[in-house]
């Protein structure tokens, strides 16, 4: 799980505090907006971001370990929140919407073929990204870097 972590701090760059960006300051891709506890003394450790990272968003897709859908739903749940994002995979495998990964949702994502499954997760992915951009053009800048980040996992 480290190792997957670290790619996601890596994918999330240097700390930022951008005016523009809903989530406020950043720091290893811990937001403060997100994180308030984590940002009480000012600042987040690595530790710290490891251990957010592991309970707030690789928890919630545990159960697909072992899919190739894995890390780009974790990395994506990053950016819009794991509940947003399972309910996108709801949506895609036609299973009820409740923004759990539960059996239901995992035996329909088992019935289909997991590179196709994970290109559509991905054109999902820039969809959203574009209604995003569409909605508030100021978050334009962000465009190239998002889409870039979502691509990173096609297949």
Do not use: C
């Not at 997957?4 to 930022?16: A, H, Q, Y």
């Not at 990053?78 to 539960?102: E, H, M, R, W, Y």
């Not at 991905?122 to 870039?148: F, T």
């Amino acid at each position: 799980m480290s190792d997957l972590i670290d790619n996601i701090i890596k994918r999330e760059g240097s700390p930022t505090n951008d005016p523009n960006d809903a989530g406020g300051r950043t720091q290893f891709g811990i937001s403060e907006r997100s994180n308030p506890e984590a940002w009480r003394d000012g600042n987040v450790t690595y530790g710290e971001a490891h251990k957010i990272y592991e309970q707030k968003y690789i928890a919630p897709f545990s159960l697909l370990k072992s899919h190739v859908v894995f890390e780009h739903l974790i990395d994506w749940g990053v950016t819009s929140g794991p509940q947003l994002v399972i309910q996108k995979v709801q949506a895609a495998t036609g299973s009820a919407i409740d923004g759990i990964l539960g059996p239901e949702t995992l035996a329909a994502i088992e019935k289909i073929d997991p590179r196709t499954f994970n290109n559509q997760m991905v054109a999902e992915h820039i969809r959203m990204i574009g209604r995003i951009v569409q909605k508030n053009p100021a978050q334009l800048k962000y465009l190239s870097g998002w889409l870039a980040r979502a691509l990173g996992f096609l297949q």
